[in-house]
Structure formats: C-alpha cells, structure tokens
Nanobody
Framework: QVQLVESGGGLVQPGGSLRLSCAPS????????MGWYRQAPGKQRELVAT???????NYADSVKGRFTISRNNAKNTVYLQMNNLKPEDTAVYYCHAFIRMYSNDYGADYWGQGTQVTVSS
C-alpha cells in the first residue's frame, strides 16, 4: 500500500518561510490532482491549495499571495512554499493526491500523515 510522505514542517517566527514537500513512498502509475489541506486545533480541515496534473492551481483566499504550490511530475512530488507566515497559519498540514496505482486502475484519494507547522515568536 503506497503512502504519501510529507516533510518540511516545523517552528518558525511570524514573517518567516517554510517549504513543505510530499511524495508517494512506492511505485505508482500516475497522479492526477495534488494538494495541501490544514487543520488547526478545534477547527475543521480546510483546503490550502491544489494543483492539477497540468499545473493549474487554486488557493484559499487566506493564503493567496503568500503561499505557492508547485509539482515535479518526474518525481511525483508536490511542494508548498509558504512565505510571510502568520500565527493563524499554525496547523497540521496534510498532503492529498489522487493516485492511479496501475494503468487499469480508476484511482483513489490518498492522504499523508500530516506535518505540524507552528508560527510563533
């Protein structure tokens, strides 16, 4: 069973930057949409940014102009560059991908285990 492996979380001061990365742990056929979601304590999980296989992007209003999502299709990796971080960005960030394991596979949603991002002075 393939897993999405995330990295890059941590503690940063307000105004700082972090870069998250996510990639599947094993061999796959293809990945369609990829994205990042986050969940703060006591709140529901919310969309942060998504990117299609053709690199069309979508962002939550709260992160527009500060966060950039990108992907490397050769490496099956999605990135989230987060600049000018604010305390309200503190949350567990989850990677999502729609993955086809085989050529005759319809595909399914996969989620990472989550990585903590804390913005605090």
């Amino acid at each position: 069973q393939v897993q999405l492996v995330e990295s890059g979380g941590g503690l940063v001061q307000p105004g700082g930057s972090l870069r998250l990365s996510c990639a599947p742990s094993g061999s796959i056929f293809s990945i369609n949409a990829m994205g990042w979601y986050r969940q703060a304590p006591g709140k529901q999980r919310e969309l942060v940014a998504t990117i299609t296989s053709g690199s069309s992007t979508n962002y939550a209003d709260s992160v527009k102009g500060r966060f950039t999502i990108s992907r490397n299709n050769a490496k099956n990796t999605v990135y989230l560059q987060m600049n000018n971080l604010k305390p309200e960005d503190t949350a567990v960030y989850y990677c999502h991908a729609f993955i086809r394991m085989y050529s005759n596979d319809y595909g399914a949603d996969y989620w990472g285990q989550g990585t903590q991002v804390t913005v605090s002075s």
